[in-house]
């Protein structure tokens, strides 16, 4: 019923301490502002984001919470077709958000081409293997920040604020 109506859950949980269960849905065009989030709190922009990950679900989810942020959001699953976009129509991009890992081009091998097309343009790495992402000296110039999935909205909403201030 939730992604009938394009909305999104949000599940935390933890142990001995509970669950916590967000339901999102999207804003009406004339409800959407670049005001934080009221009930939330979280920061909103409307930048234009572009969204990398191989798993569909991942990226529908991802896309509609960045949505629900303000954000205007292009998504590729795959680092080929990312680069693709970033030379098209996503050529006025104000962020990259990719997963490390995925087939074919990995999110450290965008990072790293992306250098070749700006070196301006801020990246956002997530992996839900923390441990096993090594970074050369070239994309750290290009990686901004690292997240850990799954990826919760509040603190990605922050992140992204962080990363383009």
Same mark, same amino acid.
């Given at each position: ?23 999102? /849905? ?29 798993? /569909? ?16 959001? /292009? ?47 801020? /990246? ?42």
């Amino acid at each position: 019923m939730i992604t009938s109506h394009d909305g999104v859950l949000d599940v935390k949980s933890e142990v001995g301490a509970g669950s916590e269960f967000t339901v999102f /849905f999207p804003c009406t065009e004339d409800e959407r502002g670049i005001a934080d989030d009221p009930v939330l709190g979280v920061p909103r922009g409307r930048e234009k984001i572009l969204f990398v990950d191989d798993e /569909f679900d991942i990226v529908k989810m991802t896309a509609s919470m960045l949505q629900y942020l303000g954000y205007t959001v /292009f998504t590729a699953t795959s680092g080929e077709k990312a680069l693709e976009m970033l030379h098209g129509e996503a050529s006025d991009i104000d962020l990259v958000i990719s997963d490390y890992s995925m087939p074919g081009m990995s999110g450290t091998d965008l990072a790293a081409e992306i250098i070749k097309i700006s070196q301006d343009l801020p /990246f956002i790495l997530c992996s839900g293997f923390s441990e096993s992402v090594v970074l050369d000296e070239n994309t750290k110039r290009v990686i901004r920040k690292f997240m850990s999935k799954p990826l919760d909205m509040k603190k990605l909403a922050v992140v992204i604020r962080e990363v383009l201030s």
